[in-house]
């Protein structure tokens, strides 16, 4: 039998059906090619990727210069056509692997920089490969029901507020503003103005209280929200850092944001919350809390003293991606109101679905964002209460390790060593200085160089969960050896 094609195109009905089969088989051929060619490809990142966690033990924490020279490697033109996505992964592995900084082992005491948790960098992996789009339930129910249960957990162990509500951003400056909105929403709606609407000009002064050592993240948010990091009512603290409740200003009323600290990067330091907190409640002020990663001292039972009080303000800011060892893009707002938070964050359009009790993105900036919680999630269900808090005070006895250590080789401790930060002077600004350099270039251990009442400081940050006993002395003794050369 013929079929007539274009009105003068005889073929037959076999040959069609032959075509059709061919296009079929190349059809799935190619679907099983794509399949097997993306198994591959992933597996062969997992070995890279697994082959690099098995090295920490043994490389240098920092890269070597030669080392470092091989980044030119991937300096090249980019090409016309497309190249094999396998090629592109090894060269990054071969490259990326020299010439990354080993936060994810256990000498890295630099900033407060915590290396993946193994549970949480697996989630994280899982949630790559989802691609969830975070923002709505519609685009991610999965992710909506993951941020509501972890959002309970969180506040079940965090110094929160049992009644707020909470908002997965990329990292504490980012949270720290969401707060910062928050309040200004509450205290603008309660003096008749619709911030969201019709912005700050010709808005009721919003008057703002800071510690004399806010961090950069708070005062970088505080510009961001319109409010100056320059235009602020600055309270004296103490040697370590801590605001003086003492010198605490009177003049605060419902139309004031009283910002609070919660773990100095220096010192360790805490602002009283439990003194200032009540006083700023009865005149009606906005507290917030910076607790980048004090907060988490609130997460065990012998460190939870240096959080007292701090429940009681009305927003909160924190990274799960220091303490909680989640890896990077994971900070957290919390807000006692809810009303609150989503007033300021919110944002409407005819496309967007709003069914459903909590819609992720009302509470964050981002519309589009990462589904971050899960890497939370699996962390909290896979340690419990007790391995977080074990976490957190080992940690901080690992620092009092190395102020020990220190101190009895006869270098000055400047802090008193309440958390996970440890301050040493090695005598004068430029001697700590090259001490801490030449460590730095050593590869046994990095740690990091401030400023501190005027003299340069080497600052120990006990961060991750891999630091072991053994970390601990092989890093002190090459700080030690590296001090005497220069005694």
């Known amino acids: 039998m013929f079929i007539k094609l274009n009105g003068n195109i005889l073929i037959s009905e076999s040959t069609i059906m032959e075509k059709k089969t061919n296009i079929k088989t190349q059809n799935y051929q190619q679907e099983n090619l794509q399949s097997e060619r993306r198994r ?27 080392e470092l020279n091989e980044l030119e490697k991937l300096n090249v033109p980019l090409q016309d056509e497309s190249i094999e996505p396998e090629s ?46 975070g923002g709505l339930i519609v685009t991610s129910p999965f992710n909506a029901k993951i941020e509501e249960i972890t959002s309970d957990w969180l506040k079940e162990i965090l110094p929160v507020s049992k009644e707020s509500v909470a908002g997965f951003v990329t990292g504490v400056t980012v949270a720290n503003f969401c707060g910062l909105a928050a309040a200004r929403h509450s205290i603008l709606k309660k ?20 510690g004399e050592h806010a961090h950069g993240s708070l005062l970088k948010a505080l510009s961001l929200v319109g409010f100056g990091s320059k235009r602020v009512l600055t309270v004296p603290v103490d040697k370590q850092g801590g605001m003086l409740a003492d010198k605490f200003p009177e003049d605060i009323d419902e139309r004031t944001i009283v910002c609070l600290q919660s773990g100095s990067v220096n010192t360790g330091a805490f602002d009283p919350a439990d003194k200032i907190i009540p006083e700023c409640k009865k005149k009606g002020a906005w507290v917030h809390v910076d607790g980048a990663f004090g907060l988490w001292a609130g997460a065990s039972p012998k460190k939870s003293y240096l959080t007292k009080g701090v429940e009681l303000a009305d927003s909160w800011a924190t990274d799960a991606h220091k303490w909680l060892n989640v890896p990077y893009d994971s900070g957290i707002v919390f807000v006692k109101k809810s009303d609150d938070l989503r007033s300021a964050m919110s944002m409407e359009a005819a ?30 269900r896979s340690l419990g209460r007790k391995a977080i808090a074990d976490l957190i005070e080992r940690t901080c006895s690992h620092a009092e390790k190395f102020a020990e250590g220190l101190s009895k080789a006869g270098y000055r401790i400047l802090n008193d060593v309440v958390v996970n930060q440890v301050l040493v002077s090695f005598g004068r600004s430029e001697k700590t200085d090259k001490i801490i350099s030449e460590i ?19 600052r120990i940050s006990v961060s991750s969960w891999a630091t072991t006993d053994d970390d601990v002395e092989r890093s002190l003794n090459a700080m030690l050896r590296i001090a005497k050369l220069y005694s």
């Open 40 to 66: 591959n490809l992933l597996q062969q990142t997992t070995e890279y990727s697994v082959n690099f966690l098995d090295s920490l033990e043994s490389r240098r924490v920092s890269p070597s210069q030669d």
């Open 88 to 133: 592109v992964i090894k060269l990054l592995s071969e490259v990326g692997s020299k010439t990354t900084i080993a936060n994810a082992g256990g000498r890295y005491f630099g900033f407060i920089i915590g290396g993946s948790h193994p549970v949480s960098l697996a989630a994280n992996w899982l949630a790559g490969s989802w691609d969830q789009n």
């Open 191 to 210: 003096q008749g103005w619709n911030v969201e609407s019709d912005g700050l000009f010709g808005a009721p002064e919003i008057k703002v209280v800071i």
């Open 351 to 380: 496309y967007l679905d709003q069914s459903g009790s909590r819609i992720p993105y009302h509470y964050t900036p981002e519309l589009s964002k990462k589904a971050r919680a899960i890497e939370i999630y699996a962390t909290l």
């Open 440 to 458: 730095q270039k050593d590869g046994t251990c990095w740690v990091g160089g401030t400023k501190w009442n005027g003299e340069s400081a080497m």
